[in-house]
């Protein structure tokens, strides 16, 4: 499969021994280059699917660029022959440079970046020079001294076109010639005889837009270009002109001796692979995204385990999720990261305030994506899509994967049309697939027939509703909807207690709808003896959602892992793909609104040795526990 021996090392000691399917199939095709869409059950090995892959490619990157000292210091001899061109050193940090010296690009969509070339003219002579837009996006080209600012044409020693058909200087902007951009070549006109600078478009000339101050005559006015998300190829004379200028006029790359200034900026601090950029530490290769912070995390202790053997560099991981020592967060990032693992909300933070920075990201992974979606993260994904680098600054394509339980959602194909080149689809389940060994029961709750609710009621020993019904008239003696609608969620508590004492279950995921749903199905278990401190109760429990605090749901599901407690009771966020292995039992107290969320809960079930799972359904009255077992007998 091309994977490292040092990570096929780890996984060997992980009791790895032969790849799964779904790592089968995309770890080729994420180490290939491509975009990949990945689809397997919970518990299939998803994450090392994903997680490998990119964690080779961050270390090859990393130790490419470590080793790359002599192609730097060629490079480096290059740049600083006498050819005209942009300097590397005279530059903002996300403009990249070419090995050349004439193609600038810059992907940050949000500000402008900027260069200057490595040569300027100064007192006399007629110049010119052509830039020609290469890829859609902003562009401004003109003339600046080494004294202006990379923003061209916004400070008193600077002068710019844009290609809103816009000129500026002094951050005045008025009209001038016509708008351009990708294809359109302008040139850029540079008359120190009579103090003038004025540009044209494919030939077309604009006629004059500035005045040059005598004493920008004599300091040098360098060809200047600032970008945002767009990129721009030149030429300063050294080949032949599309559009050759008028008599009298020469490419500024044929400048006497006598009039030419020397660009001053030098420096050797920077990263070189094709691309010239500065390497910013808290600007990772790779970001990959959880929807939950127990999945974030889960991510995270896997990259550790796989990277054990990766040394001289060894990638830096980094996790980024809510509720955790914000200042300890920062520290990690500055101090240097090349993988982020993190959940949607402390991303988009550290994004905003610019902490975490997009500008050198080659792998954008979306796990249980899905999920991403249906809680409203659409719009963000989109959004931190948008703000990365099409193209990496070695000259490789963004890479983006996406996995989850289930990939045959709406929201998902249009996701993949939108943002991914040309993803290959890897399905090994197919739609709304549940392991064949999974025996789904049903327990009909038909408070009709089963009256047990009315002592229940009286006696006020039953498990605590949600309220719904608080303010209505609830006679024991009368059939109203909403009396029975009260008499099923009280019989469901008994029907769990029973279910759990009648297939002698030991540890099993109950789900409910709501939050509080679960706090009162935890406090019933703590009412029969159970509860998360009592070992030698066979209620044992813990609960697990968003609204208990991070250390609480960390700790929950460790002592559910460990074995410590029997029951979890969650909400949908242990069903997206935590590692939970040999669990037996399954119990819905409440099915999902969406289907794909029903296959992520019992995804993790059906997979070993194990006998049976337990769930639940709703009907008219909300009124069947479905419960689901695997066996490998044919009974349920």
Not at 43 to 64: D, H, W
Not at 231 to 239: A, I, M, T, V, Y
Not at 262 to 283: D, I, L, M, Q, R
Not at 563 to 571: A, E, K
Request: glycine residues 8%; charged residues 20%; hydrophobic residues 35%.
């Amino acid at each position: 499969m091309g994977v490292l021996p040092e990570l096929s090392k780890a996984v060997q000691e992980m009791d790895w021994i032969l790849p799964t399917d779904i790592q089968s199939e995309a770890v080729p095709l994420i180490l290939g280059g491509g975009d990949v869409l990945m689809a397997a059950e919970t518990g299939s090995g998803k994450t090392g699917a994903f997680c490998l892959p990119v964690l080779q490619i961050v270390y090859e990157t990393l130790k490419l660029l470590q080793s790359n000292k002599q192609n730097k210091a060629n490079i480096l001899s290059k740049h600083s022959s006498g050819q005209m061109k942009l300097n590397v050193y005279d530059r903002t940090d996300a403009m990249a440079i070419d090995t050349n010296g004439l193609l600038c690009q810059s992907r940050d969509p949000g500000g402008w970046h900027g260069a200057r070339a490595n040569r300027g003219v100064k007192c006399s002579g007629r110049y010119y020079y052509e830039a020609h837009v290469t890829d859609e996006g902003l562009c401004r080209v003109g003339w600046s001294t080494l004294n202006a600012s990379h923003d061209v044409g916004t400070d008193a020693e600077s002068f710019g076109f844009g290609g809103t058909g816009k000129m500026s200087h002094r951050r005045q902007f008025d009209s001038y010639g016509e708008a351009f951009g990708k294809g359109d070549t302008i040139g850029c006109f540079l008359d120190l005889d009579n103090g003038s600078i004025s540009w044209s478009k494919n030939g077309k000339m604009f006629g004059k837009a500035y005045d040059i101050p005598a004493p920008l005559r004599s300091k040098g006015l360098f060809p200047s270009v600032c970008l945002k998300n767009a990129e721009l190829r030149f030429n300063f004379g050294d080949s032949a002109f599309d559009f050759p200028p008028p008599n009298g006029w020469i490419g500024i790359s044929s400048c006497p001796e006598t009039n030419y200034v020397e660009n001053t900026f030098k420096g050797k601090s920077f990263t070189v692979h094709f691309y010239f950029y500065k390497s910013k530490p808290n600007a990772p290769l790779a970001l990959i995204i959880e929807p939950s912070r127990e999945l974030a995390e889960q991510t995270y202790e896997q990259i550790k385990k796989f990277k054990r053997y990766l040394k001289d560099p060894c990638p830096r991981e980094c996790l980024l999720i809510g509720g955790a020592n914000s200042k300890q967060q920062m520290d990690e990032l500055h101090s240097g990261v090349d993988i982020v693992v993190a959940t949607p909300g402390r991303l988009d933070d550290l994004i905003s305030t610019q902490s975490l920075l997009l500008s050198n990201c080659r792998f954008f992974v979306l796990d249980e994506c899905d999920g991403l979606l249906s809680a409203g993260y659409g719009d963000m994904v989109s959004r931190i899509h948008k703000q990365i680098p099409k193209a990496t600054a070695d000259g490789n394509r963004l890479q983006m994967i996406v996995c989850s339980a289930t990939l045959h959602s709406m929201d998902v194909k249009r996701l993949a049309n939108k943002l991914m080149h040309f993803p290959v689809w890897i399905d090994l389940k197919g739609q709304d697939s549940v392991p064949e060994t999974v025996h789904h029961v049903v327990c009909l709750i038909d408070p009709n027939n089963d009256t047990s609710w009315k002592e229940l009621m009286k006696s006020n020993k039953h498990i605590q509703t949600d309220g719904v019904h608080m303010k209505d008239q609830l006679n024991p003696n009368s059939s109203t909807p909403e009396l029975l609608s009260e008499a099923v969620k009280l019989l469901k508590g008994e029907y769990v207690i029973r279910a759990i004492k009648q297939q002698n279950m030991d540890r099993a995921l109950i789900f409910c709808r709501t939050k509080l749903d679960c706090d009162n199905l935890e406090q019933y278990f703590i009412s029969m003896g159970g509860g998360p401190n009592r070992r030698d109760s066979p209620f044992t429990c813990v609960c697990l959602h968003s609204d208990r605090a991070p250390p609480e749901r960390k700790a929950n599901l460790q002592k559910f892992k460990n074995g410590d407690v029997h029951f979890l009771i969650c909400t949908d966020v242990a069903a997206r793909g935590i590692d939970i292995t040999g669990l037996p039992y399954v119990i819905n107290v409440t099915l999902p609104d969406e289907k794909q969320n029903y296959v992520h809960r019992i995804g993790r079930n059906g997979s070993g040795d194990q006998s049976s799972v337990n769930g639940q359904r709703k009907s008219k009255h909300s009124n069947l526990l479905y419960m689901l077992g695997y066996s490998k007998q044919s009974s349920a």
